[in-house]
């Protein structure tokens, strides 16, 4: 079975440049998750989506984040603009449900200059 | 409050047991789980235990659970090289969505 997959793995922009990344979960997990870890921190809840619509965006910064999952499978998080702050790896996860196990893509290594 | 905390840093040899502590705040905790990450990787589930049990043993992993002082424990036995990494304890609630909670994380080092 495949695994969360994620792209890209690395960026680097400037502070006020805008970024996107990418994300496919598991077939079939209908509950997909965006992560913010940032260096020598545990991974903090962005937004969770179940199908297509948000579950939970409260720790999400909308006057700068946005996300998507329009089909109810791959999805996109958004930073514009971005901030030096927002150096972090962004962590996708997905599950078959609410509270079933979370699993995890590789990671996109995002670096604000 | 939602700390999940756990100490910073763990040094054993290679073929002892390593232990790595965590406490969490929240008793309706439902699930609590150990993930492992390597450098440059995502997290990879290790195990996970449901609130009520007291133990849960996979392999060379031995996880403990203490309700009454809300604790949580992951027992590495014969730990290898390849055990070096940053382990995260995290909780699930009930009461939320399903938003995991995560520790700061513990980096095990293991020397040969």
């Known amino acids: 079975e495949a695994g969360v997959a994620q792209s890209p793995r690395y960026k680097i922009i400037e502070k006020r440049q805008s970024v996107a990344f990418w994300c496919n979960p598991i077939s079939g997990h209908a509950t997909l998750y965006w992560y913010q870890q940032i260096l020598g921190q545990g991974p903090k809840l962005l937004i969770q989506?179940?199908?297509?619509?948000?579950?939970?965006d409260s720790q999400l910064p909308k006057d700068r984040f946005s996300a998507e999952r329009l089909k109810g499978v791959d999805s996109t998080l958004k930073i514009q603009p971005a901030k030096l702050e927002d150096s972090a790896v962004y962590l996708c996860?997905?599950?078959?449900?609410?509270?079933?196990?979370?699993?995890f893509g590789p990671g996109t290594r995002l670096t604000v200059t | 409050g939602e700390d999940v905390e756990q100490s910073l840093f763990l040094s054993v040899r290679e073929g002892d047991s390593s232990v790595i502590n965590c406490t969490y705040t929240?008793?309706?905790?439902?699930?609590l789980y150990w993930y492992k990450q390597e450098p440059g990787a995502g997290l990879q589930l290790l195990t996970y235990i449901f609130s009520n049990m007291d133990m849960k043993q996979d392999q060379r992993l031995t996880v403990l659970l203490n309700k009454k002082d809300k604790h949580l424990s992951l027992r590495i036995a014969d730990t290898q090289t390849g055990d070096s990494a940053i382990y995260f304890c995290?909780?699930?609630?009930?009461?939320?969505?399903?938003?995991?909670?995560f520790g700061q994380g513990t980096t095990l080092q293991v020397k040969p």
């Open positions: 929240d008793s309706s905790s439902t699930y």
């Open positions: 996860a997905s599950s078959l449900d609410r509270l079933h196990e979370q699993y």
């Open positions: 989506f179940q199908n297509n619509g948000v579950v939970d």
């Open positions: 995290a909780e699930i609630r009930e009461s939320n969505t399903g938003k995991l909670i």
